[in-house]
């Protein structure tokens, strides 16, 4: 008389053929580790052309939260637009426009761009100034760029 065996018993027993032994240190966590070093490489080369580029302000202040006298980092996105609103604490609205060209209606449409941007006590952009900001990390709910240099008043 056969014994009766269950599923969970006969793929018990075909597995051990099937798997294939698994090596340590396998290509995948090498690749990983790889591209987290040039991402650490690229954020720095980005922040050292933005920084190269720009002229450091001529006051100094206290804000941890600025690029030239804190520690806060750049990265990413660098965008120039006008500063439409400086009402709130160290923060200012900066637009810009993008024209968008629809070639199968043959016609084009301006679109308007709106960021909140930190603006550290030693730049202080006014309204009506155009402005250079870049993306940083998160410095609260809405804002995650900052003001790097004043273009023109």
């Known amino acids: 008389m056969k014994k009766k065996t269950t599923k969970q018993q006969e793929n018990k027993k075909k597995t051990p053929e099937a798997k294939a032994p698994v090596k340590q240190g396998s290509e995948k966590t090498e690749t ?25 302000p001529d006051r100094k202040c206290s804000d941890k939260k600025c690029p030239f006298h804190g520690n806060l980092k750049i990265h990413g996105r660098v965008f120039v637009g006008e500063v439409i ?22 016609r084009s449409a301006v679109f308007t761009s709106t960021i909140k941007a930190h603006n550290p006590d030693c730049i202080n ?8 900001i870049a993306e940083t990390r998160p410095l609260s709910k809405t804002k995650n760029f900052v003001v790097l240099e004043v273009m023109e008043k």
């Open 125 to 132: 952009a006014k309204e009506g100034d155009i402005v250079k």
């Open 32 to 56: 990983k580790k790889a591209n987290s070093v040039q991402t650490d490489a690229k954020s720095t080369k980005t922040e050292e052309i933005a920084k190269s580029e720009l002229k450091m």
């Open 85 to 106: 609103s400086d009402k709130m604490h160290r923060t200012v609205s900066v637009q810009w426009k993008r024209k968008k060209i629809f070639r199968k209606y043959d």
